[in-house]
């Protein structure tokens, strides 16, 4: 079979499509099965019928090798040539970790459906640089939740919690607002040393009974001060 290819020249070539192909023939492979005898980076030793040889995981062969699986390997007719693991047919232990190679990284695309990971006992997630998550909602639901970090930064429009006991201990608080509004039915605050506040107006408004006690009381004021009531009593 012949085939016409236009040169830049406007000439025509003709190449032989059988000859081209006699020029760089496919491998001829067998398949065998054979035991891994060890298993490194990215080199295993297999032990067949013919001996040990040194194989590499074929790119479709997403599970990890480990000592003594039995694998199916691609051998070429060549010796020179590489022989390929093509699948782990039975693990060495069945309740062996298993582990899928992704080597250079992977990406899981479900765009018409859902994509659900699913773990009897344990779920962990972990990145050497940077682990993020995007989507339009995000529902956690657990029974105990523990957050371990350095540094914590929280951005958003509007935060709403709801929980029936909040705890919080640190060595240093500061609060940045510009309208701070809390409803309490109880209040119980307890100062070790010094508490201080700076404001342009300060107001304090009791429905009942305001009680100002300490050991040394002491009230200043630049220019007036003044006390209104039905009843006064001072001593």
């Known amino acids: ?3 016409t290819t236009c040169l830049p020249d406007g000439k025509e070539k003709k190449a032989d499509i059988h000859e081209s192909s006699q020029r760089t023939p496919a491998p001829d492979l067998s398949l065998v099965r054979g035991r891994v005898l060890f298993a490194d980076k990215n080199r295993f030793t297999v032990m067949t019928e013919t ?15 480990e000592n003594e699986d039995l694998v199916l390997v691609a051998m070429p007719s060549r010796p020179k040539e590489m022989a390929y693991i093509l699948a782990v047919l039975e693990r060495a232990e069945t309740d062996t970790v298993m582990e899928i190679d992704l080597r ?9 459906g859902k994509v659900e990971i699913e773990a009897g006992t344990e779920l962990r997630l972990s990145a050497g640089v940077q682990l993020e998550a995007s989507a339009r909602k995000i529902s956690i639901v657990s029974d105990a939740a523990h957050w371990l970090t350095h540094t914590f930064s929280l951005l958003g429009k509007t935060i709403e919690t709801v929980c029936s006991v909040w705890r919080e201990s640190s060595k240093e608080r500061e609060t940045v607002s510009e309208t701070w509004t809390q409803r309490l039915g ?6 070790e040393e010094l508490d201080e506040t700076q404001a342009g107006t300060s107001r304090t408004i009791a429905r009942e ?3 100002l006690h300490g050991r040394v009381s002491y009230v200043q004021a630049e220019e007036f001060v003044k006390l209104d009531g039905q009843e006064v009593h001072l001593g």
């Open 1 to 3: 079979m012949e085939t």
């Open 51 to 65: 001996g040990p040889h040194v194989c590499q995981s074929a790119a479709s062969c997403l599970v990890r090798p």
């Open 104 to 112: 250079c990284g992977a990406r899981l695309a479900a765009k018409n």
């Open 186 to 191: 109880d209040s119980y605050r307890h100062v």
């Open 209 to 211: 009974t305001a009680l």
